[in-house]
């Protein structure tokens, strides 16, 4: 966010260093089950989850103007429950939130639905690989 008077209020202002050498290998998505991640949205703030499903299928409504009658299908994705008693990792408008390790910073995803509890994370190196980013410096 650049402009302070964006931030909803009530949320705590702060900076997180979040540093992209290669895309990370996430190709092992066991070694995501029940990580600790964090994500700092537009609606819900600093939030703190927990990966608890690493192949997350489902259809998620798309459209415009409160028409929502179109649905996409969605396969491999990371399922994010919150912790420290939120209702919700995330809501409305946090979508495209990044997704972190809470303990390395390490980039893991892009947070683009959620509902009922339970986040929907697209896999970074997923994104990576639909851009055909290779690596950044």
């Known amino acids: 966010i650049t402009d302070p008077s964006a ?9 997180l260093k979040l540093t992209l ?6 190709s092992n998505r066991e070694t995501l089950l029940l990580r600790t991640v964090g994500k700092a949205g ?22 415009d103007d409160n028409d929502f009658s179109r649905y996409a299908w969605f396969e491999d994705q ?7 008693g939120a ?9 495209g939130s990044a997704v972190f390790d809470a303990r390395t910073h390490e980039l893991i995803g892009l947070l ?5 509890g339970l986040t929907l994370v ?16």
């Open 7 to 15: 931030i909803p209020q009530g949320c705590p202002v702060f900076s």
């Open 21 to 26: 050498r290669d895309p990370p290998d996430l």
């Open 42 to 63: 537009r609606t819900t703030c600093a939030n703190i989850g927990v990966i608890v499903d690493i192949d997350a299928r489902t259809w998620i409504p798309y459209g």
């Open 78 to 84: 990371l399922g994010v429950v919150p912790t420290g």
């Open 87 to 95: 209702p919700d990792f995330s809501g409305p408008g946090d979508s």
């Open 112 to 116: 683009f639905a959620g509902g009922e």
């Open 122 to 137: 697209n896999p970074i190196d997923r994104v990576f690989g639909e851009l055909g980013i290779a690596g950044v410096a």
